[in-house]
């Protein structure tokens, strides 16, 4: 029905389409407005690059009204997605804060007309992925620059999330956040458990093309980032890392491993006891890493746990509905739950988070269409001759895997920097596995 309203719209509009110089070069400008999200992301506030992400949209839509052609196409996974949406909309409905709960519900229409803007630009610029590809490592390799410039430049710490009580000066760490706005540790952290595997990627790439400078460069970045990230101090993003390397080891060794096995467990034994090395030579980064399993001990540890215990109580008496969508609409509703003293801005888990805002039903289509987006890209990689399309594929799935790990523990998830990314690597998984 949809497109037959495309259709007709296109046919009134095609002697504009035809005579217009901008029209014709839509395509430009919404890749240009797509890369302005991620560029801008190193450095703006979520303001601006909502509006680069805003002006993706409407060219899209301008571009679906007056190209010939041009159509909307809904994949297996995205039929659970609709199905999530359409939860989402009977929450804001049904929100006891309706006006806050509707700014909540903005942001969801925005991240989500993102991901349409780059599947359908995609979908006929199909070559393109890598320039995204390469721009969010471009951008990725700035902030680890940033990040090495602070461990040296020791700034002063901008949080005291870390519990120091119990922890002599020298195993203190001194948290580093790049340039990213708020500027706040764990943010950075996430953010690189996002955008580390497009240098991962990247190194890949230039190997299977055969230019040894720049897959050194990009091996050295990938490098580089590892520590960068330890030195976030974010604990979330260590977990999310160690799942990425897990998920690695383990499609590496389907892809390349059964067939020189003595030679691979000998590479991935020499790495895994590298890092381990590294990790115990650093006093400050070991206590970190314990710190994880410390439990109640550690306040940070028992502050989560205090806003998970609130927010299964605000689960139980709304569970069917949720509360309302967005985290103003959380924080008034979760005032009413608290432990006293521990106020928080979110649930700390993206699906609880889910689940408290928008209802159980919600929570399922959502973890629903994350199955099948992570089957697809899985059976692709597995079953197709390793390409640039499988590297594409395979840098796609290990950031959704890490985010959706670090996820457990955090909901940073949800900020634009990290948020668009989750979105473009489901688009780009939507693109290659239903050309």
């Known amino acids: 029905m949809l497109n037959k309203l495309f259709e007709f719209v296109q046919s009134k509009t095609d002697y504009l389409y035809k005579n217009s110089l901008i029209l014709q070069n839509l395509d430009l400008f919404i890749l240009i407005s797509i890369l302005a999200v991620f560029i801008s992301s190193a450095f703006a506030q979520s303001d601006t690059i909502g509006l680069f992400a805003i002006i993706a949209i409407c060219l899209t839509f301008v571009k679906l009204l007056v190209k010939e052609g041009q159509n909307l196409r809904c994949s297996r996974f995205e039929l659970f997605l609709v199905a999530y949406f359409m939860f989402v909309i009977i929450s804001l409905c049904g929100s006891s804060l309706f006006t806050l709960s509707?700014?909540?519900?903005?942001?969801?229409?925005?991240?989500?007309?993102?991901?349409?803007?780059?599947?359908?630009?995609?979908?006929?610029?199909?070559?393109?992925?890598?320039v995204i590809l390469f721009t969010i490592a471009g951008c990725t390799s700035f902030e680890i620059m940033q990040g090495l410039i602070q461990t040296v430049a020791r700034p002063d710490a901008i949080s005291t999330w870390q519990d120091t009580s119990y922890l002599n000066p020298e195993q203190v760490i001194n948290r580093v956040y790049g340039t990213l706005k708020p500027l706040n540790p764990n943010l950075f952290g996430g953010y690189l458990v996002a955008s580390i595997p497009t240098l991962v990627g990247s190194f890949a790439y230039f190997l299977y093309k055969n230019n040894k400078l720049l897959s050194y460069v990009f091996g050295t970045l990938t490098i580089l980032s590892f520590y960068v990230l330890f030195q976030t101090g974010c604990r979330g993003s260590y977990i999310g890392l160690f799942a990425i390397s897990v998920f690695l080891i383990f499609i590496l060794y389907k892809l390349f491993g059964y067939k020189y096995k003595k030679i691979y467990l000998s590479v991935v034994t020499a790495l895994s006891t590298i890092g381990i090395l590294f990790i115990m030579s650093f006093s400050s980064l070991r206590a970190r890493i314990f710190s994880i399993f410390a439990m109640r001990t550690d306040s940070s540890n028992s502050f989560r746990f205090n806003v998970y215990n609130s927010c299964m109580d605000m689960l139980k008496d709304n569970w069917l509905l949720g509360i309302g969508l967005g985290n103003n609409n959380f924080r008034e509703v979760y005032g009413l739950y608290m432990k006293t003293g521990f106020d928080a801005l979110s649930a700390y888990n993206i699906y609880l988070e889910t689940a408290v805002e928008s209802g159980i039903f919600s929570l399922i289509a959502f973890l629903a269409f994350l199955v099948f987006v992570i089957q697809d890209a899985y059976r692709y990689i597995t079953t197709q001759k390793y390409s640039l399309d499988v590297i594409a594929l395979l840098t796609a799935l290990i950031c959704i895997i890490g985010l959706m790990v670090h996820g457990f523990v955090d909901t940073v998830f949800f900020r634009p920097q990290i948020y668009f990314i989750f979105w473009t690597m489901v688009a780009i998984i939507r693109i290659k596995t239903n050309e």
């Open 102 to 130: 509707l700014k909540g519900f903005i942001k969801i229409i925005i991240y989500l007309g993102f991901y349409l803007s780059v599947v359908q630009y995609l979908r006929y610029n199909s070559d393109k992925v890598w």
